[in-house]
């Protein structure tokens, strides 16, 4: 329990530390108008309270990632709480603010096209055909999960239920952003914080035993640790609730509905220092309910008892019946509802790519039904395929964003290094898990790691050497 409440006081700690000091360093503008005011159109351009953007923003990253990622996490123990920490604080609030301020700074626009500014044409292109893919990714898994989850709870048929998750899905992808989630998502943001806080008080007051980080249980718990090793696993399953680069693609969203750059701390950094302090009460719940480590990894290995069952039965048992309707909410309501930003995002970005105006509803249906029409052919393949292409795109493009934000840094004369280092990192981990992953190249794990130290270290003296450019 010490090494859990120590954990959420450096979260908490670290948004108001760390946090003003990356606000200093990006230097804000109180006086320099947003987007939002510039270029409003009504559909995507619109000006939002602060509080309903904080939790729009907590929520579009949020959904399943927190608490199913941590849930996965938590078979390596509590090793896991160190990652959850240090790389949301140093790692993920970074990322996700620099994305969301870049965006602001540069009228509102994609992650690409920002990625493309400062890394070169070749980087913008990549991105914004990787960025669509995984986006696209997103929004499929975000139907299939749901839609299994309720044809259990209802008895519908599974393909009636994703034909209207997508029909949702269409609507909210091109409904102005304040007539629909503007209006619910901050209802939804707000019960998923209340799931998490009811679940950290039953903690704290019930005789659930949290396992504590010392130096005897400082490696890896996990039941195959030779096939599951820390590095570069743990870092590529607990994603959201410390780095994950499909938040860059949600957080030009809300930059396109910010009216005061003063707000990026608290609606970026903020959301980011929130859903890591989620994803470590959900790790120290997967832990602590079943008994320990070992027996959650003996429970997950069961037939059926995958991450939604995990969620279904710890709500139940420790919140009651409050606790069953906020399960549904976790396993079904939060995935729906990054699924259809997910959409959004990818078609603002293919929008920005090619220049399309969005202020018509033509133009909007114009660049939409493609994706949708791809994603309906992605459901046909198999989830847990999906999935795992979904992780480690998900950190590739964070570590593309850490990269591109090391740039815009170096071309602004302002220290790098609380960037490079991330970036560095973040390379290593998606280097080393491309190599050696069963859908990668499936290279021994000593060569792989090697590949990927080295690859990190030579992107970093190519930064540090190479002379700061302007243009």
């Known amino acids: 329990m010490i090494t859990f409440l120590i954990s959420i006081v450096v979260l908490i700690g670290g948004y108001f530390i760390y946090g003003t000091y990356i606000e200093k360093k990006f230097g804000v503008d109180v006086n320099r108008k947003t987007p939002a005011i510039t270029k409003q159109d009504g559909v995507d351009y619109v000006p939002l309270k602060l509080s309903k953007i904080f939790l729009i923003q907590f929520l579009n990253i949020a959904g399943l990632g927190p608490i199913f990622g941590a849930i996965a996490g938590a078979l390596w123990g509590p090793v896991a709480f ?6 949301c604080i140093f790692g993920g609030a970074v990322h996700d603010y620099f994305s969301g301020m870049l965006s602001i700074r540069h009228g509102g626009a994609s992650i690409p096209e920002i990625s493309g500014k400062y890394l070169g044409n070749g980087v913008k292109q990549f991105m914004r055909i990787f960025a669509v893919v995984l986006l696209i990714l997103v ?25 209207l998750i997508f029909v949702y899905y269409l609507l909210a992808t091109m409904i102005p952003i304040d007539k629909l989630i503007g209006k619910i998502y901050p209802l939804f943001g707000m019960s998923l914080l209340v799931m998490a806080l009811g679940l950290f008080i039953t903690l704290l007051y019930q005789d659930y035993t949290i396992p504590e980080l010392t130096m005897d249980t400082l490696y890896n718990m996990h039941s195959s640790p030779d096939k599951f090793p820390i590095f570069p696993m743990l870092f590529i399953t607990i994603a959201c609730g410390a780095i994950s680069g499909f938040h860059a693609t949600q957080s030009p969203l809300m930059a396109r509905c910010i009216s005061n750059e003063a707000h990026g701390k608290k609606i970026f950094f903020g959301a980011m220092i929130t859903e890591g302090i989620v994803a470590l009460i959900w790790a120290a719940v997967a832990m602590a309910f079943f008994g320990g480590v070992r027996e959650l990894g003996e429970t997950m290995a069961q037939e059926g008892h995958n991450a939604a069952w995990v969620v279904n039965i710890i709500c139940n048992t420790m919140l009651g019946k409050i606790g069953g ?7 079904v309501a939060a995935p729906i509802t990054s699924g259809d930003t997910a959409f959004r995002s990818a078609r603002l970005t293919i929008a920005d790519s090619f220049n399309i105006n969005q202020e018509k509803l033509s133009k909007r249906l114009m660049v939409t039904l493609p994706i949708f029409l791809i994603a309906i052919g992605l459901t046909q393949v198999n989830f847990a395929i999906i999935w795992r292409y979904f992780g480690w ?28 280092i991330p970036s560095a990192f973040m390379t290593a981990v998606v280097v080393t898990y491309i190599l050696v992953a069963p859908e990668g190249f499936q290279l021994p794990y000593t060569i792989s790691y090697s590949i990927g130290i080295v690859t990190a270290f030579i992107l970093s003296v190519w930064f540090l050497s190479s002379k700061r450019n302007n243009e």
């Open 82 to 87: 160190l990652w959850i920490v240090f790389g």
């Open 139 to 163: 929004g499929v898994v975000f139907v299939k999960g749901p839609a299994t989850i309720l044809q259990e709870l209802t008895g519908i048929s599974g393909s009636i239920l994703v034909i």
């Open 325 to 331: 309707i906020l399960a549904i909410f976790g396993v």
């Open 393 to 420: 795109s998900n950190q590739v493009i964070a570590t593309i964003v850490l990269w591109t934000v090391a740039v815009y840094l170096k071309q602004q004369s302002k220290s790098t290094w609380f960037v490079l």
